[in-house]
Each structure stands twice: as C-alpha cells, then as structure tokens.
T-cell receptor, first 114, second 108 residues
Framework: DARVTQTPRDKVTEMGQEVTMRCQPI?????VFWYRQTMMQGLELLAY????????DSGMPKDRFSAEMPDATLATLKIQPSEPRDSAVYFC????????????FGQGTRLTVV | RKEVEQDPGPFNVPEGATVAFNCTYS??????FFWYRQDCRKEPKLLMS?????NEDGRFTAQLNRASQYISLLIRDSKLSDSATYLC?????????WGAGTKLIIKP
C-alpha cells in the first residue's frame, strides 16, 4: 500500500531551536508539496518541487524556512530558528505528473513551539 | 477577495438528509477542480474530481459552473460517517489553490 511517510508525527520544541521535518514521497511520484495547516489560515502551500527542483517556495518565510530534496526519496523542511507562531500541522504530499492529478498526503507533523 | 472561497460552516444536518456545498473561485483561467475530504486530525484525501459535464459517485455529485465560477458538491442520504471537512481545490495550472474547507456534522 503506497503512501507518503512523514516523520516525526509530533514535535514539541522550544522557541529558537531548529526543527527538521522529513517526507518520503510515494515511489515514482515526481511532484512533492509542503503545506502548513492552522485553524486560522487553513491549508497554505509553502513549497513544491518537480523532479527534485524547487518550482515555487513563495509561500515560505525565507528567513527561517528552507525546503530541499536531497534525493527523489526524501524531502525535508527545516525551520531555524523556530518561533511559537510556527506551531501548526505540516503536511507533505506527492503526486505524479501535472497539477490535475491526485495529491496524496502524509499524515502530517504536528509541531508545537513553546 | 480570496482566490477560492467556501462557507466554513459548520453545517449541522440530520442523518439521511441531502446537503450541498458551494465553492467559488476568482480566476476564470482555472483548469481543473477537486473535492477533498479531511477528517478531524487526519490528512486530506481526494473525494472526487469535478468534470465540466458534472459527475456522480454513489451518493456524491459534483458540478462545475464555469460561467458563474463555482463548483458544488451534493451529498444525498447523508451518513454519520460523512461528518468531516470538505475542501475545494482549484488547479490554476501553476499551483493548486485550496479553500479553507466547509465543516459538515451529521447528527443521528
């Protein structure tokens, strides 16, 4: 059963600490998305990659957030330094091909910054 | 104005009733449309794509009105298990734009 795997599932950290979230997309999927979801803002696109190349990261605060795909089986989202307002659920999703195909989501990382 | 708008609800509906949601979008160049379902504390999952001619999947019917720039989702004979948040998604070609979701609560 192919699925997107995210780690960790939950993370509590202190303000100022570095946080790294990892995502393993479905094998063969060449498009990877990072989303953030809060009660107030809903689902926000942070960044997305096609064939490991970043296509759009305009939704991401550049000063503290960074997203990379070191290889086709791993995507990372890093926050340094973390702030309480970063508390949210971070979802990774992958898709095959263009935007009109289904995006499969991981179970998310619930981040709490205290 | 948001690019994709949905009534946040919640819609409180008795079991067995029919319920409909609308979602409006601002960009007339939007190319494709989807409805996703998200259960509490879970990830979104695709419910159905929305085709120009309208499409049906069991109790669920999705329709697209390009002239008025909205899509709709109709749920017939609602079940308790239909309780969830329904997210409208619009493909602008360069990215997917998500609505904030409509919360549906089905009551026994």
């Amino acid at each position: 059963d192919a699925r997107v795997t995210q780690t960790p599932r939950d993370k509590v950290t202190e303000m100022g600490q570095e946080v790294t979230m990892r995502c393993q997309p479905i094998l063969g999927h060449n498009t990877v998305f990072w989303y953030r979801q809060t009660m107030m803002q809903g689902l926000e696109l942070l960044a997305y990659f096609r064939n490991r190349a970043p296509l759009d990261d305009s939704g991401m605060p550049k000063d503290r957030f960074s997203a990379e795909m070191p290889d086709a089986t791993l995507a990372t989202l890093k926050i340094q330094p973390s702030e309480p307002r970063d508390s949210a659920v971070y979802f990774c999703a992958s898709a095959l091909g263009q935007m009109n195909t289904e995006a499969f989501f991981g179970q998310g990382t619930r981040l709490t910054v205290v | 104005r948001k690019e994709v708008e949905q009534d946040p609800g919640p819609f409180n509906v008795p079991e067995g009733a029919t319920v409909a949601f609308n979602c409006t979008y601002s960009n007339s160049a939007s190319q494709s449309f989807f409805w996703y379902r998200q259960d509490c504390r879970k990830e979104p999952k695709l419910l159905m794509s929305v085709y120009s001619s309208g499409n049906e999947d069991g109790r669920f019917t999705a329709q697209l009105n390009r002239a008025s720039q909205y899509i709709s989702l109709l749920i017939r004979d609602s079940k308790l298990s239909d309780s969830a948040t329904y997210l409208c998604v619009v493909n602008m070609g360069y990215q997917l734009i998500w609505g904030a979701g409509t919360k549906l609560i089905i009551k026994p």
